[in-house]
Each structure stands twice: as C-alpha cells, then as structure tokens.
C-alpha cells in the first residue's frame, strides 16, 4: 500500500510558485489529494551562505519523522515536493528506518538534470536545493546532516544520478573524489537509455532498499515547463516510464519523491498532468 503525501517547501530555491504548486495539484487531481505538511518558518541569521537554513532544517526535520512513521506502518513513500531540498528528510527517514529495521545499508537513485551535490563551500546561489546529496552524504553543514540521526545517510558507491546535464564545476570535482556513478544525459543519448538503466540495476542490485528520487527538471522543459530550474534538452515522458518500469520491476525501490514541479511556469498544466500520471503509473506498478 502507498501512502502519498508532500510539502509545498520553496525555502531551498526561492521561486514563489512553488508556494501554490503542491495545492494546484491536490485541487485538481483525485489521487493526489494528499497529506501535506507545511513549511516550518524559523528565524534565520546571516552566518552561513545558505539561504533560509534554520525553516528548512526544521521543515525536512518533520518530513523525515512523517515519513519514517509512515515506512514503519509498513506503507510505501510517495513524496511530492516542493523543491529539491525536501530530499534531505526523505532519503534520510529512507535511509535510518533501513537500518533500525534491518541493520542494511540503502541506496540512492537520483534522477536530475542537477547534480544537487555543492556545499556551503561551494554554492553560488546558496539555494539549498542544490546541496542535499552532500548532506545525505554527512558532507557540509551541520545543520543539514542530523535528521533523525547524526552522520551520513548513504555512502557514494550506493547512489546512481541518471541524466545529469548542469553540474557545477566544484560539485564535478566531488562526484569524482567520491567515485558516485553518474550517467550525464549526454551519456544516456550516446549508450541508450536501456544500457545504462542494467548498468545502474547491476550496481545497486546488492540492495534490499533504494530511495527514487525525481526531480521534473530532469525533463526536457520543452516538453515539461513547470519547473523552477529549467535545463536545456533532458527526458521525454517514455523515458521516465522506462526508467520507473525497470527501476521498479528489477530493484527494492522502498520509497519515492517526485519533486520541483512549479505551476508558475507550466503551460496548460502539461507538466501538472504528467505528475499526476507518474503517481498513477507507480501506483499500479507497485507490486504492494
Ligand atoms: N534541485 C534543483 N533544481 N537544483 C538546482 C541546483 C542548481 C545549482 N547547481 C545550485 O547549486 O544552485
Ligand atoms: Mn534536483
């Protein structure tokens, strides 16, 4: 059984649309209306290059004790965002409830035009949305490494990116030093897509756990508007369905987010439409 729910977070980037999205969504289509849990506003101080760090620490803090109730009643995650920084208490609630239940290490599968992996050493635009991977990884601030427990949340041979096509030059440098299998989008184009999902399946196949997390963006904005950082190129809705179809069929995915949708910037609720139908897809793939 799913349990679906979101949080309309857009701390972690700062585009105003992202306020409404999560609600455009549960008002317009049956199966999403969902849970939500709302953006906690703290009081901020100018001590760090991340903006908004304290509201959204707090907020990915109640996302993650949300979301590990709902893990241990035995329900599968459905998480709508929000931006992207709502993965830091999502993956990590993934992540702890693995190992107090089962002693087991989970993986992580990140599909994004981003790679979401900067630091507060790094960032340019301070946006917290694109430092969550580092964070997950124990890496950064403090602030953003606890949720639920102390220290990292997933080590780097356990994550794959699929589809990266904007990737900062520091956070290249990381991805490297880690040694995290990424596959750029360019790659997919080159290898094919079918490749390079029984490589990714290949590697985490050691798992009993894996965390999907989707960011919109890793669609080609031509064909999918509604995003806040939108990227050149990227997925088309087959791919996406590929994607899940075999991620599904051929991993342990225990939990999901499909996150950055921002009506703001949709153009007759295409993109809209197709969360909507990502929700429903999963759904009737699952196998629970
Ligand atoms: N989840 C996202 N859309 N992330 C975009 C991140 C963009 C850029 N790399 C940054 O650090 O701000
Ligand atoms: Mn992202």
């Known amino acids: ?116 992996i900067n630091t507060d050493q790094t960032t340019v635009t301070g946006n917290i949305h694109g430092v969550p991977v580092s964070a997950l990884l124990g890496m950064g601030n403090p602030k953003l490494t606890g949720f639920l427990k102390e220290g990292p949340k997933y080590k780097p041979e356990n994550i794959v990116y ?33 490749q390079c999902l029984t490589e990714t399946i290949r590697h985490l196949s050691h798992l009993n756990h894996i965390h999907l997390s989707f960011d919109i963006d890793s669609m080609d904005p031509d064909i999918m508007p509604g995003v806040s950082v939108p990227v050149p190129g990227g997925f088309d809705e087959e791919d996406v369905f590929l994607m899940f179809r075999r991620l599904m069929n051929e991993l342990h995915i225990l939990s999901y987010d499909i996150v950055e949708f921002n009506q703001e910037y949709d153009k007759g609720n295409r993109t809209a439409d197709f969360v909507s139908e990502l929700v429903d897809f999963i759904e009737k793939s699952g196998k629970n």
């Open 1 to 116: 059984m799913f349990s679906i729910f979101g949080c309309p977070m857009h701390h972690g980037v700062g585009a105003p649309g992202l306020k409404y999205s999560l609600d455009y969504l549960r008002n317009r289509y049956e199966n999403l209306r969902i849970a939500k849990l709302p953006e906690i506003i703290m009081e901020e101080d100018a001590s760090t290059p991340l903006k908004n760090l304290n509201t959204v620490a707090a907020t990915c803090q109640s996302i993650a004790q949300y979301m590990y109730s709902v893990l241990e009643i035995g329900k599968t995650p459905i998480f709508l965002g929000g931006d992207h920084s709502v993965v830091m208490g999502s993956a990590s609630a993934s992540s702890v409830y693995v190992k107090d239940t089962f002693g087991e290490d989970t993986g992580l599968i990140y599909i994004d035009a981003h790679a979401d």
């Open 162 to 194: 699929l589809g990266l096509r904007d990737i900062d030059p520091p956070e290249l440098t990381i991805l490297n030093e880690q040694k995290i299998l990424y596959y750029t989008y360019e790659e997919i184009c080159d290898k094919g897509l079918d």
